[in-house]
């Protein structure tokens, strides 16, 4: 009895440091992500209240980082293990043309619109690792046509929420599931529909109402300081 006491005092010795390791890969897991662009503090915010929340709403003009705030949280996320799949989508609108305007399969005409906030997701971290997760189905971007039916369960981030009807940015807030996230972007001077009020203004009008539903706009002009007096001469400041 006392060998066996003794040796498995031993044994337990010698796992202690795998063990200790294995919690120490935990910690660089959830806390040490190196990313390639560092947030400002109003984006830090922003990505804060995502983390925090379930539907968060952005907003600001072109080229405050709405997009890439909202890829460095959805990455965070993947990266962390918290969810599997980061899902993205949009209204099929540029410019006042449809998807029916571009040759090709689903996957095919919908592949500028993943385009772009693929963009982001590569100024975040590695382009390599970036487009292994696409392939691999863990960056999905689909047409908000096709948002019915499903439950969010994991995280989905829309685009140019400017540009979708209300009835559209309805169907998709009502696809949240128990712990799912929504991240929604857009500025309503950057709109290409005509209705006066459109998916975003209706999901700002519910943050004001609801809680749990949070907005934030962001003001600090990342692009060129050419961009910021273009924005200021057409909509004023």
């Given at each position: 009895?006392?060998?066996?006491?003794?040796?498995?005092?031993?044994?337990?010795?010698?796992?202690?440091?795998?063990?200790?390791?294995?919690?120490?890969?935990?910690?660089?897991?959830?806390?040490?992500?190196?990313?390639?662009?560092?947030?400002?503090?109003?984006?830090?915010?922003?990505?804060?209240?995502?983390?925090?929340?379930?539907i968060v709403v952005?907003?600001?003009?072109?080229?405050?980082?709405?997009?890439?705030?909202?890829?460095?949280?959805?990455?965070?996320?993947?990266?962390?293990?918290?969810?599997?799949?980061?899902?993205?989508?949009?209204?099929?609108?540029?410019?006042?043309?449809?998807?029916?305007?571009?040759?090709?399969?689903?996957?095919?005409?919908?592949?500028?619109?993943?385009?772009?906030?693929?963009?982001?997701?590569?100024?975040?971290?590695?382009?390599?690792?970036?487009?292994?997760?696409?392939?691999?189905?863990?960056?999905?971007?689909?047409?908000?046509?096709?948002?019915?039916?499903?439950t969010?369960?994991?995280?989905l981030?829309?685009?140019?929420?400017?540009?979708l009807?209300?009835?559209?940015?309805?169907?998709?807030?009502?696809?949240?599931?128990?712990?799912?996230?929504?991240?929604?972007?857009?500025?309503?001077?950057?709109?290409?529909?005509?209705?006066?009020?459109?998916?975003?203004?209706?999901?700002?009008?519910?943050?004001?109402?609801?809680?749990?539903?949070?907005?934030?706009?962001?003001?600090?002009?990342?692009?060129?300081?050419?961009?910021?007096?273009?924005?200021?001469?057409?909509?004023?400041?």
């Amino acid at each position: 009895m006392a060998r066996e006491t003794i040796y498995m005092k031993q044994l337990l010795l010698t796992k202690q440091p795998s063990m200790e390791k294995q919690e120490k890969q935990k910690k660089v897991l959830k806390s040490d992500i190196k990313y390639a662009v560092q947030l400002n503090d109003e984006q830090k915010e922003a990505k804060r209240l995502i983390r925090e929340n379930q539907i968060v709403v952005i907003t600001g003009r072109a080229g405050c980082g709405k997009s890439l705030v909202s890829a460095q949280t959805a990455l965070d996320f993947l990266f962390k293990k918290e969810y599997d799949n980061i899902f993205v989508t949009r209204a099929t609108v540029e410019v006042g043309h449809s998807l029916g305007f571009l040759p090709g399969s689903l996957n095919e005409k919908f592949n500028p619109y993943l385009e772009a906030f693929q963009e982001n997701l590569v100024k975040c971290y590695d382009k390599v690792k970036i487009e292994q997760l696409v392939l691999d189905g863990r960056i999905v971007a689909f047409p908000v046509q096709f948002i019915r039916g499903k439950t969010i369960d994991d995280v989905l981030v829309v685009e140019e929420a400017q540009n979708l009807t209300k009835a559209e940015m309805l169907a998709i807030l009502t696809r949240l599931g128990k712990g799912g996230r929504i991240i929604i972007n857009g500025d309503n001077e950057q709109k290409d529909i005509k209705d006066p009020f459109n998916g975003l203004s209706y999901v700002i009008e519910l943050s004001k109402k609801i809680e749990e539903i949070k907005w934030i706009k962001l003001k600090t002009n990342h692009r060129s300081d050419i961009v910021g007096k273009i924005l200021d001469y057409e909509y004023g400041k």
